[in-house]
């Protein structure tokens, strides 16, 4: 059975910093390529970041470059979404995908993120 498992998400003050985690289970996790997507009330979902299968190039949309780092750790199944400097746009749920160039299948329940004071 296909498993995306966020966690990490809270209440963050602005300035702060929150380490999204995402484990998977039921797949071949090293094969696939990873995202963080995040929604905000009465929004689109947003593409966060991106992350290849072999953790070799990532990508970030415009608004959390330089704030945001994705990284994956083979070994525990699990990808990371850093996120440093928060601002209470970046207030939403936050999912994590697994797929390829084909599709992104498996999604995870998300996990709510909220910056405010």
């Known amino acids: 059975q296909v498993q995306l498992v966020e966690s990490g998400g809270g209440l963050v003050q602005p300035g702060g910093s929150l380490n999204l985690s995402c484990a998977a289970s039921g797949f071949y996790f090293s094969r696939y390529a990873m995202k963080w997507y995040r929604q905000a009330p009465g929004k689109e979902r947003e593409l966060v970041a991106t992350?290849?299968?072999?953790?070799?190039?990532?990508n970030y949309a415009d608004s959390v470059k330089g704030r945001f780092t994705i990284s994956r750790a083979t070994a525990k199944n699990t990808m990371y979404l850093q996120m440093n400097s928060l601002k209470p746009e970046d207030t939403a749920v936050y999912y994590c995908a697994a797929g390829s160039a084909s599709g992104y299948p498996y999604w995870g329940q998300g996990t709510q993120v909220t910056v405010s004071s």
């Open positions: 992350i290849s299968s072999d953790g070799g190039s990532t």
